[in-house]
């Protein structure tokens, strides 16, 4: 079978449109995740020993489920325990949300604990309050310490959302389905989707490199 380029171009519209919802899906989740993250990473590292359990279970229950199960579990099982109805686009936000948000809570847990204790009793010593030493001094330098792991988070999370195919997501893995479907075109189509996750996360990647750079992050 010869590569057809002109099979793509006619498909690079849609493909288009599957792009830009799988950043909205990755961003809109990863928002999400990081309120959830930070709270349970913080909770984890000074939270009393009932809070800081309750966010170890969590956390392990959603690193070590699939996050496929996850997904199904929103979209399929939750409607038939309580009554509210979500759809696909919701079910794959909330995922990236609580999927990304266990792994960033520990991504939060180890870079405020490697926070020397100095910075905490600097602050302490010019009165400020626990929680304000751990607001002001130690998540500032905690969140430069972050941002490496956390783009690499966002990566994954990119990745992930090819997986909201299972739930009919119009994302990019779902519309170069969709369009094989009509055109039988599966190399020309699935080799242009591939490209266009590449270019995204090589783009996303270079950007945080440079950001990184800018900050001085070590």
């Known amino acids: 079978m010869q590569f057809e380029w ?28 990081l309120i959830i993250g930070v709270i349970a990473g913080f909770t ?5 020993k009932i809070s800081s359990n309750v966010a170890l ?26 009554p509210i109805r979500i759809d696909p686009f919701t079910a794959a936000v909330v995922t990236i949300m609580i999927n990304s948000g266990a792994y960033i809570a520990e991504i939060t847990r180890g870079a405020v604990l490697s926070i020397h204790k100095g910075f905490r ?27 490496p792991p956390l783009g690499n988070q966002w990566i994954v999370s990119i990745k992930d959302t090819s997986l909201f195919i299972v739930i009919g997501v119009a994302e990019l893995t779902r519309q170069g389905q969709e369009i094989i479907a009509g055109n039988f075109r599966a190399m020309e189509i699935w080799s242009a989707v591939a490209v266009m ?16 750079r800018k900050l001085k992050i070590i």
């Open 6 to 33: 002109s099979v793509i171009w006619p498909a690079m519209p849609i493909l288009l449109q599957g792009a830009k919802l799988t950043l909205w899906i990755s961003i809109l989740g990863l928002l999400g995740g």
């Open 44 to 48: 984890r590292a000074y939270g009393g």
């Open 57 to 82: 279970i969590f956390i392990e229950l959603i690193r070590g489920t699939p996050i496929v199960v996850q997904v199904m579990f929103i979209y399929f099982a939750l409607p038939m325990m309580v």
């Open 121 to 147: 009793e600097a602050g302490l010593a010019l009165g400020l309050s626990r929680r304000d030493t751990l607001r002001y001094v130690v998540a500032p330098l905690a969140l430069r310490r972050m941002l």
């Open 197 to 212: 996750y590449l270019i995204i996360t090589l783009t996303l990647g270079f950007v945080l490199r440079r950001l990184e």
